[in-house]
């Protein structure tokens, strides 16, 4: 007997028959004798519909209001739920974030779970009962609806898993785990059993869909184990846990890639403090995005070369917003929007000398160029020609033996 | 200026495009000074999308799962007013029912408005600020999710006009008023500029759709005026008020009529103290709503008979009701589902000697027989041939010179 989370994601309760299905799924977790709470999202489709709404009365609606507005979401989902549970013959509620209530700093869709009170629901699921709890959103202390933004179903999760101290937290999703990289894309691609945090938050930042980075990291700050899972098959999921909980075997857990990258090189920049500040300052301004920042340093002394990455869609305006910009003074600009970005992650690097050797050897082997790299503890990120891109993951997944 | 409550029905809040126009008539209030309270439908077809949705988890889904469900349909139209108010550079907020609080008794999804804090919402009022409100919904005590009926909207908007002490409660509809009948199908029908509360209920209660009957109930009770205008002319509409504010000039306000009725008539039953009761327990404790009842006193003393009118849908069962009940002893049984009820409604007819004759006179002339009759104070029905239906509302809209 345990004290359980578990949280179903949109596309598990995506419908009428899915709901019904991930009931079921309860029910068998209930009927084994666990304590649950279960935290559900609004099914597929309902935030990106309530979106366009709020788009059609206005590009800028108002926060307040959208928060009011897309929380309708889980709260359909959380009553479903808990109808579907009551109509099995399990007793059980929707609760609320204001009935419960989840208290919530900082601003309009983007505000941080602070508090919780436990007492009643505690009470209610040592009852017998089945908490649902609408993911995503909160209560300010003022009194008015917040959410977490999108995706925060997971961070509510964990949030529930930490401050309830439960014994798990089981990420019901339309995946069976974490994979080494795409499974639709790479067939070779394999399931992993453990996965750290870190490596976790460097897949995920690097377009694996599986957990919300934010959620990871807050799993990871309060040392949460999290159990992501298939809502349609029974196979075993992936744990995401303590990096100290794992026996690694293996140097690289997973290969990660993004395409849309566009690649812009400032050639002869003046190598005075300030000077990347000014660069990037625009940039972020106008919601642009920079990904890889690369810059070596200048062999005279006075000028050197910063290289940067972006998404394609922005790459134009980068480029104008630095040549309209009078501050930077620089030499020449390259752009290159036909790349990809190929990342190696694994937390056993650390302890495996000649990983990034190896991951070089086996692109240069597969004549694929290097056009820019980038490392950090547990990864190694490299720009390459997009063309190569699915060539190059295969080939690191059978360098590092992930296949 | 004034302390206004304006209300818009589902088909009034139907699109997008509608909250805007909505958005712009609650400005335009708004503008000439007024303080304004907004109280909103859910979107046309949302509520009976999310019955299709409960429905489909269970044919009894849970009642107070069933009212988190639903009540989720009113604050997203609240967000959206709210949203669109703000981007016409006007100040508002909704205010769900757990944040006024607006408190209910009774059981769920027939909950009654007993409480209401006034002093947030006033203050923000009178800040200049639109206060925009879910119909429908409130709170229990005990701080559960509860609603208060189909059509409810209504139902919060007296309620608010009441105890907020409005000057006036403005029902913004689909339609521009009450008509003497449907114009939809008597062309000849003309609105009505003013109306009882009593003449209102007697309409609502034969098939007008214009406003929910407890709603008109409740506005009677706290002599609240009712407005009820189109969201889409500018034309006048009707106000419903006291009787005594009425000049009448006809003694008869409205024809209205009801198609799909069965007529079901027992003969030869005996007549002693509890028969009624045997016909009709059976009935209701089957859902069967039976609306006309004519019993006539009976001649010999020991035999009556009763005519009874259903539903056409619920009429087959009635029979097989009463057939298979060994208590009610009846000499024969007829069973007539090919017709209509017409009635005339009428404030002023108590004072105007022979609108029963003339109302029988006036069918007869069109060669329309009567099969059964029942009056009451302001309001006479017939029951007649189904196929003389909108014959007989024509003849009576002259009769009376309602055209």
Chains 1, 2 share one sequence.
Request: glycine letters at 8%.
């Amino acid at each position: 007997m345990a004290k359980k989370v578990l949280k179903f994601g949109g596309t598990s309760v995506g419908s009428i028959k899915r709901i019904l299905h991930a009931a079921k799924i309860i029910k068998k977790e209930h009927d084994n004798g666990n304590k649950l709470i279960v935290v559900v999202s609004a099914m597929a489709g309902t935030t990106n519909n309530l979106i366009e709404h709020s788009k059609g009365i206005s590009k800028k609606f108002n926060k307040r209001e959208l928060d009011v507005l897309l929380t309708s979401g889980e709260q359909v989902t959380s009553a479903l739920i808990a109808g579907a549970l009551n109509d099995l013959g399990v007793k059980s509620k929707s609760w609320l974030n204001w009935q419960i209530p989840i208290i919530t700093e900082g601003e309009h869709s983007n505000a941080r779970i602070i508090h919780m009170n436990i007492k009643n629901i505690n009470d209610y699921i040592s009852s017998g009962g089945i908490a649902v709890v609408p993911g995503f959103q909160g209560v300010s202390k003022s009194g008015d609806i917040t959410s977490i933004g999108r995706g925060g179903s997971d961070a509510t999760a964990v949030a529930i898993a930490k401050i309830f101290q439960t014994d798990s937290c089981e990420i019901y999703t339309d995946v069976d785990g974490v994979y080494s990289s795409d499974p639709n894309k790479i067939p070779l691609a394999k399931k992993i059993d453990k996965i750290s945090y870190e490596e976790m938050l460097e897949l995920s930042s690097l377009g694996a869909k599986v957990m919300q980075s934010s959620a990871v990291q807050s799993a990871m700050m309060g040392d949460i184990p999290i159990q992501v899972k298939s809502t349609f098959t029974e196979r075993e999921g992936t744990e995401i846990i303590n990096q100290d909980n794992i026996d690694y075997t293996k140097a690289v857990t997973g290969v990660a890639y993004s395409k849309d990258d566009a690649k812009i090189t400032l050639l002869g920049v003046e190598d005075k403090p300030g000077v990347a500040a000014d660069v990037f300052e625009p940039l972020s301004r106008n919601q642009i995005n920079v990904d890889m920042v690369i810059q070596n340093i200048s062999t005279d002394g006075k000028k050197t070369d910063i290289t940067f990455t972006t998404k394609r869609q922005d790459s134009k305006n980068a480029i104008s917003l630095i040549e309209t910009n009078k501050k930077i003074k620089y030499e020449k600009m390259y752009m290159n929007d036909k790349v990809s970005k190929i990342s190696i992650v694994g937390a056993g690097m650390v302890a495996t000398p000649g990983i990034t050797f190896k991951m070089f050897r086996s692109l240069a082997d597969a004549n694929i160029n290097l056009l820019a790299i980038s490392t950090s503890e547990i990864k190694i990120s490299v720009i390459i020609d997009e063309k190569f891109t699915i060539d190059a993951v295969k080939k690191l997944h059978k360098t590092f033996k992930l296949d």
